[in-house]
Structures are given as C-alpha cells and as structure tokens.
C-alpha cells in the first residue's frame, strides 16, 4: 500500500508475462490452489479452533491466579513469542510536504 508505483509495475509485468507465456498463469493459479489447501482447509480450521479452545481452557485456569501472577506470565508470554516478532512490522509511512516520513508506533 505504501509503494504504489512498484506495485503497478508488477502486476502490469505479470499480466505482460501471461500474455506472452501461457503457462504462467497457470503455474501462479495452481502454486495459489496449492497454497490454499496446505494452509486454509476446514481440517487444518479445526485443528486451530481445538487449539484455541485448549488455551482457552487454560486462560480459565490461569485467571484463578492473582493479577500479579497473570501479569507476569503475560509479560513473559510477550517476551518469548511477540518481543522479536513486533520488531519486524514496518512503520506507518505518511506523505509529508517535504517528501516520505516515518511515523513512530511508540
């Protein structure tokens, strides 16, 4: 969404690259199928929604605790699993007059 040039010119090379190669697009079509059912099938939903449950289940459990000991658990739960993953999501990006300019999460 930031980089709306190269975008257009991607998808403008994709569809000149089907046009000339038409087996492209099938190849993209069914690496895309291929995708959907490694990643996106009811069977692979379920074993999520179980999942969930169980932590649910926990969370139940856990919530017997006291605020002091649920903080500290959640705030270990962020350092080990969303500490290092946070770090990779870009910055908002805003048009300023002089040109691009990064805005701060923080």
């Avoid at 994709?14 to 895309?32: H, L, M, Q, V």
Wanted: hydrophobic share 30%; proline share 3%; with cysteine.
């Amino acid at each position: 969404p930031y980089h709306g040039d190269s975008a257009t010119e991607r998808i403008a090379d994709f569809f000149e690259r089907c046009k000339t190669d038409p087996n492209y697009w099938d190849k993209i079509s069914n690496a895309g199928l291929q995708r959907i059912y490694e990643r996106y099938t009811w069977q692979i939903y379920a074993e999520r929604l179980m999942t969930l449950s169980g932590v649910y289940g926990f969370w139940k459990y856990v919530s017997k605790l006291e605020r002091r000991e649920t903080r500290r658990y959640l705030e270990m739960f962020y350092t080990l699993k969303y500490r290092d993953l946070v770090k990779t999501v870009p910055l908002a990006v805003e048009e300023s007059a002089d040109g691009l300019e990064e805005k701060s999460i923080e």
